[in-house]
């Protein structure tokens, strides 16, 4: 079946870095754009960033640019989130999600993972 | 950005009675190719979002249709006709017309 796992998450120091992974499987992975949302603790929802099905095309949240970096290597359904310059704002869980429909780059996200937290604190 | 807002923030539903949430959003969600991306979503407590409606009003694959969408533009609206034990989370609207994706601020519905 369809299944995206989040996997990378954890206490790191602000200032410091950390890479997320998402490990697709169960559909066909170099078809679809894949995305970050994140979820600070008892909040709502925020999207982080967006790469298109062949990773020529990636978009990001003004509250990461320049930080953070999406990236995807089809050959091994894996999409990645190198997150640098990490501040107490960005803890939160983070979840990796597809989009609905193939080719898109902005659509609606149908499969979503369990998600993975990160928590930036001395 | 495109900014949405769902009201209210929270609503408590007797088992068997209905439920309507609504969605606003700062600029209409209404593409030049006809499509309207305005999707709903359901957090259950401790679990991931799930998608329910996209494109207004066409429900997902397997959810069950005591769950509806409606709206055009601007203005939408999520309807559960009786609501169940299991629909108990935190429910959000998101649009997709333009990056950045955008959600609501989430409305929480749980069970008298």
């Known amino acids: 079946q369809v299944q995206l796992v989040e996997s990378g998450g954890g206490v790191v120091q602000p200032g410091r870095s950390l890479r997320l992974s998402c490990a697709v499987s169960?559909?066909?992975?170099?078809?679809?754009?894949i995305h970050w949302v994140r979820q600070a603790p008892g909040k709502g929802l925020e999207w982080v960033a967006v790469i298109s099905y062949d990773g020529s095309n990636k978009y990001y949240a003004d509250s990461v640019k320049g930080r953070f970096t999406i990236s995807r290597d089809n050959s091994k359904n894996m999409v990645y989130l190198q997150m640098n310059s990490l501040g107490a704002e960005d803890t939160a869980v983070y979840y990796c999600?597809?989009?609905?429909?193939?080719?898109?780059?902005?659509?609606?996200?149908?499969?979503w993972g369990q998600g993975t937290m990160v928590t930036v604190s001395s | 950005d495109i900014v949405m807002t769902q009201t209210p923030l929270s609503l408590s539903v007797t088992p068997g009675q209905p439920a309507s949430i609504s969605c606003k959003s700062s600029?209409?969600?209404?593409?030049?190719?006809?499509?309207?991306?305005l999707y709903w979503y359901l957090q259950k407590p401790g679990q991931s979002p799930q998608l329910l409606i996209y494109e207004v009003s066409k429900r997902l694959s397997g959810v069950p249709d005591r769950f509806s969408g409606s709206g055009s533009g601007t203005d939408f609206t999520l309807k559960i006709r009786r609501v169940e034990a299991e629909d108990v989370g935190v429910y959000y609207c998101m649009q997709s017309i333009q990056l950045p994706l955008t959600f609501g601020g989430g409305t929480k519905v749980d069970i008298k």
């Open positions: 600029q209409s969600l209404l593409h030049s190719d006809g499509k309207t991306y």
């Open positions: 999600a597809k989009n609905l429909w193939q080719w898109l780059v902005s659509d609606g996200l149908d499969i």
């Open positions: 169960g559909f066909t992975f170099s078809s679809y754009g």
